[in-house]
């Protein structure tokens, strides 16, 4: 037999690699690389932790356990994806458009970028309230 066949033998029944394995072993290259600059004993053991723990989780076969705690994760990543688009929006737009909160009903507003006093109408809640702009770019 191959190392391919061997491989899949042993995983037969086993959880294998998830969401939450990428992130356990990003934590750990990213202590790693603290532990490189700082020589601090509590990051290694933990660094450490999370690589067993995450490898136990590979090789587990209580499939359903694996697959609640990987929904967790899930969850928190659709949220944490979602601001990492909505923020990096607003990055690409910085030069045409500001975001305002609204006062009254904190809906996140897109406004031209004009120089000056302006009076914002919030789409929402109906509420008119003042804007002032103290810079714009020139594209």
Not at 11 to 21: A, C, Q, S, T, W
Request: proline letters at 3%; a positive charge.
């Amino acid at each position: 037999m191959n190392f391919r066949n061997k491989l899949a033998q042993l995983m037969y029944g086993r959880y294998g690699i998830d969401k939450l394995f990428y992130v356990f072993f990003a934590l750990y290259v990213i202590l790693v690389g603290l532990n490189r600059f700082t020589h601090l004993w509590i990051l290694q053991i933990i660094a450490l932790a999370l690589i067993v723990v995450s490898f136990m989780r590979v090789f587990s076969k209580n499939i359903n356990k694996r697959q609640s705690e990987n929904a967790i994760v899930e969850k928190y990543w659709v949220i944490i994806n979602q601001k990492y688009k909505l923020y990096s929006l607003h990055f690409k737009e910085r030069k045409t458009h500001l975001y305002h909160r609204c006062p009254n009903c904190k809906a996140i507003l897109r406004l031209p970028k004009q120089k000056g006093k302006h009076t914002a109408f919030c789409p929402r809640c109906k509420h008119q309230f003042p804007v002032r702009v103290w810079f714009w770019y020139r594209l």
